[in-house]
């Protein structure tokens, strides 16, 4: 199924369109080097494939796992023997290419240099990090990203009824099909591996002959319906109740079904406020770094991220008084409590300001003891208002004693 023109190629289209480098690689004859980076199953060998097909170039490969400096340097002086023969070029492409040593990647350096071979290389390594600076500096990096459930779905689909896959002979049920694709996980390889094992089965594939091809159970659940609202209710419900072990339950059931971890990250980082909050102040930190961490490297690794701060959470000692405060004062100003700013604590820097009265009055915290000074700091309208009000739960009891001084120094009492 691998597709033979660009036009084919499912994805991607960042890097396909009129004028994008593969588009110039393609329609003109002049070599070029190309790094492609991106995720297992999202084109990159397809990618050489199609620029050697589309332009009748040679295609050479070779595997950065088993070959040596002694077969990469063999291939460049064929390569290199062919050009001086028949002018035909030679596409030059080397799958793991993160995986060649310094020594190895040298020998690639006078083929790029001299375009003797249109140099692909092909990683699922940040190149920066894993290729030398020479023979990066020569090349374009391109980026390829995880294709989506669509892109996956439109992969199966074709399969399913071109003649270079099941031509018809086989049925693929809706449900099976979204099954397929959210064990692909964004791998169009992976997504045909799992259909090819289940028509080996059965010309009718079911998520039942799916399940027994690919031995992984279906998890019943709909991004888009019940299942999704019942499970991260019970996941958020798991946490707040403390129960660490059901929280990972419910974390590991959303991360089988393919929801997105950023939506699971988002709920984390909300959570760390609405349930934890002064209780244990560092919960927000943890879940915050979740939430960056699996943005940085996703999924599978992500999940470990996930679940520390899903554990750290359900295991904090739990405070709603963020939550109850914020609301508390937000109805407040709703209600139409809102009142002047008091005239000394105004913006007095522009010019002007002195004239009227802005500043007027205002004591500097820090030049008192314990840097606190008695003065009015909220409108008269709400000015005995109790927004927050700390629980004694882990870190905020030392909080809540704090606060209750503070306010009783600020009113006078």
Not at 25 to 40: N, Q, T
Not at 102 to 117: C, I
Not at 372 to 380: D, F, K, N, S, T
Request: charged content about 25%; proline content about 5%.
């Amino acid at each position: 199924m691998r597709p033979r023109t660009l036009d084919e190629v499912i994805g991607q289209r960042h890097l396909l369109g009129p004028g994008t480098p593969l588009r110039r690689l393609v329609e003109s004859e002049a070599p070029m080097s190309l790094f492609l980076w991106g995720p297992p199953g999202t084109g990159k060998t397809t990618l050489a494939y199609v620029v050697s097909n589309v332009t009748k170039r040679r295609f050479v490969e070779v595997s950065a796992v088993s070959a040596g400096v002694k077969d990469v340097r063999a291939a460049i002086d064929n390569a290199r023997r062919e050009l001086g023969m028949s002018g035909r070029q030679t596409v030059l492409f080397v799958d793991e290419v993160h995986r060649f040593n310094k020594a190895q990647q040298d020998a690639l350096l006078p083929a790029v240099e001299n375009r003797w071979v249109t140099f692909i290389g092909a990683t699922t390594e940040n190149p920066f990090f894993s290729v030398i600076s020479p023979l990066l500096s020569r090349s374009l990096l391109l980026t390829l990203e995880s294709l989506s459930e669509d892109d996956i779905r439109a992969v199966l689909e074709r399969a399913v009824s071109d003649p270079r896959g099941l031509g018809g002979r086989a049925t693929l049920a809706p449900q099976a099909l979204e099954h397929l694709v959210r064990l692909a996980g964004g791998d169009a390889r992976r997504s045909l591996t799992y259909l090819e094992a289940a028509a080996l089965l059965a010309d009718d594939i079911t998520v039942e002959v799916v399940e027994k091809a690919v031995d992984k159970a279906a998890v019943r659940y709909d991004r888009q319906g019940d299942q999704h609202y019942d499970v991260i209710s019970a996941f958020i419900k798991s946490m707040r109740g403390s129960d660490a072990d059901a929280a990972l339950h419910y974390l590991a059931r959303m991360i089988e079904a393919g929801e997105d971890p950023r939506f699971i990250a988002r709920r984390i980082v909300i959570f760390a406020s609405e349930d934890v909050g002064m209780a244990d102040p560092t919960c927000l930190q943890t879940a915050v770094a979740a939430a960056q961490a699996v943005q940085l490297i996703g999924l599978p690794e992500g999940q470990i991220n996930l679940a520390h701060a899903v554990i750290h959470c359900a295991t904090a000692p739990k405070s709603n008084a963020v939550v109850k405060a914020i609301g508390a004062a937000i109805g407040d100003v709703r209600r139409g409590l809102i009142g002047q700013v008091p005239g000394h604590l105004r913006d007095a820097h522009y010019a002007g300001a002195a004239k009227l009265g802005h500043g007027d009055g205002y004591k500097y915290p820090h030049d008192f003891d314990h840097g606190l000074v008695r003065q009015e700091y909220a409108p008269e309208q709400v000015r005995e208002r109790r927004y927050y009000e700390p629980t004694r739960h882990g870190a905020e009891a030392p909080v809540a004693d704090r606060w209750a001084k503070i306010r009783a120094f600020l009113r006078g009492s």
